[in-house]
T-cell receptor, first 113, second 113 residues
Framework: DTAVSQTPKYLVTQMGNDKSIKCEQN?????MYWYKQDSKKFLKIMFS???????INETVPNRFSPKSPDKAHLNLHINSLELGDSAVYFC????????????FGNGTRLTVT | RKEVEQDPGPFNVPEGATVAFNCTYS??????FFWYRQDCRKEPKLLMS???SGNEDGRFTAQLNRASQYISLLIRDSKLSDSATYLC??????????????FGAGTRLAVHP
């Protein structure tokens, strides 16, 4: 029944590793997002996909590569992880782009050591 | 000036109190406004949308003042369970004319017995 689900919930890894986070929504939404919430709790958009097309890339390092195989899935792959990447990453979805309320997944807490 | 600004708080209030939060936004063209609630170590959840004429949902009242570019959230008869961080969300614009939802840093509310 989960509307937006992301895995894993926790990710602990070492600097330099590559990791992926997966996200799926069953709400029938056409737009999906990745947000990053840092230690100061500030929630910032990273990417937005509408109907599998990338429409927002908010000056994120190219070590971060989103992939949307279909409208219901948006994965995030991170290469060469750095200490500063430690944060909570939230996937979200909405109907339409940028004006409708977002529905969030329960977050992936990434810790880079 | 930040795109969306909130007083971080914390607001410490006794049960039964009335508390109000304000949020200012910088872009006069913004059209969509929301309040989200985020509990500790959880994902943000939509509390209510904010409509031009103001709207109420039980103990919660939201208002929009376009002239002064702020939205407000009023909570009446506070409950212990209202303790959370309240996030102000406003739509902004990305290059290319795309919309994006911008989150404020949040206002922390602590309701005590």
């Amino acid at each position: 029944d989960t509307a937006v689900s992301q895995t894993p919930k926790y990710l602990v890894t070492q600097m330099g590793n590559d990791k992926s986070i997966k996200c799926e929504q069953n709400l029938g939404h056409d737009t999906m997002y990745w947000y990053k919430q840092d230690s100061k709790k500030f929630l910032k958009i990273m990417f937005s996909y509408n109907n599998k097309e990338l429409i927002i890339n908010e000056t994120v390092p190219n070590r971060f590569s989103p992939k949307s195989p279909d409208k219901a899935h948006l994965n995030l792959h991170i290469n060469s992880l750095e200490l500063g990447d430690s944060a909570v990453y939230f996937c979200a979805s909405s109907l339409g782009q940028g004006k409708s309320p977002l529905h969030f997944g329960n977050g992936t807490r990434l810790t880079v050591t | 000036r930040k795109e969306v600004e909130q007083d971080p708080g914390p607001f410490n209030v006794p049960e039964g109190a009335t508390v109000a939060f304000n949020c200012t936004y910088s872009n006069s063209a913004s059209q969509s406004f929301f309040w989200y609630r985020q509990d500790c170590r959880k994902e943000p959840k939509l509390l209510m949308s904010v409509y031009s004429s103001g709207n109420e949902d039980g103990r919660f009242t939201a208002q929009l003042n376009r002239a002064s570019q702020y939205i407000s959230l009023l909570i009446r008869d506070s409950k212990l369970s209202d303790s959370a961080t309240y996030l102000c969300v406003v739509n902004g614009f990305f290059s290319g004319g795309y919309n994006k939802l911008i989150f404020g840093a949040g206002t922390r509310l602590a309701v005590h017995p």
